[in-house]
Structures are given as structure tokens and as C-alpha cells.
Nanobody
């Protein structure tokens, strides 16, 4: 059984910052990519960022490029999402997920998901 637990969400004003964490347990993730997705009310879950666990290769959605940074601590089986210059349109529930196979940008490529953490950005 794999568990992913996100933390670090909250309410922040536009222009502010938050750092999300995702702690993984029950499995060794040293060879797998970890991704962050988000889902706003009434919208589909969308890709935010992904990091290849072993080589630290990263990809970002265009909407967050230059503002968000994904990183990882292999020793602690934890992945982070540093979010700067937040905008009201970043408001969503943020999920971390463990990549299984296939396209890094598609939700169907991930087989384990956390419960999500709410991020609210006020204008």
C-alpha cells in the first residue's frame, strides 16, 4: 500500500508564496517521477509540475512556469512545490501523485494520489 500525504496549503494574498509538501510512504520512489496536479471548482484536474526522482528532470505547465518550483528530498521520500507570485487563478485543491507509466502530463499516467490540500489566493 502506498500513501501520499500533502501539506502546506492555506489562504494567501495575491503575490504571496506557499510551499507544499508531499510525504510518500510504503514504497521506494527513487526510480519514479512524482507530479503535482490541481483542480479548481468546476474544472478538470490539470497538470502543474513533475520531477523525475533520480535525475531531477522537471517539467511545468506554462501557467506556472517561472513562478513554481518542484523539488525533492530522496532521503525523506518527500516532494515539494514552492509557489511564488501566486495569483487568484492558482486557487485549487493541489494533489501530489506517483507516476506509473506513460505521459507525464496526463492524470491517467499516475496510479497513486494524495488526498489534496487547498490553496486559496485572494485578490
Amino acid at each position: 500500500q502506498v500513501q501520499l500525504v500533502e501539506s502546506g496549503g492555506g489562504l494567501v494574498q495575491a503575490g504571496g508564496s506557499l510551499r507544499l509538501s508531499c510525504a510518500a510512504s510504503g514504497r521506494t520512489f527513487s526510480s519514479y517521477a512524482m507530479g503535482w496536479f490541481r483542480q479548481a471548482p468546476g474544472k478538470e484536474r490539470e497538470f502543474v509540475a513533475v520531477i523525475n526522482w533520480r535525475f531531477s528532470i522537471t517539467y511545468y505547465a506554462d501557467s506556472v512556469k517561472g513562478r513554481f518550483t518542484i523539488s525533492r528530498d530522496n532521503a525523506k521520500n518527500t516532494v515539494f512545490l514552492q509557489m511564488n507570485s501566486l495569483k487568484p487563478e492558482d486557487t485549487a485543491v493541489y494533489y501530489c501523485a506517483a507516476h506509473n507509466s506513460g505521459n507525464y502530463f496526463a492524470t491517467r499516467s499516475y496510479n497513486y494520489w494524495g488526498q489534496g490540500t487547498q490553496v486559496t489566493v485572494s485578490s
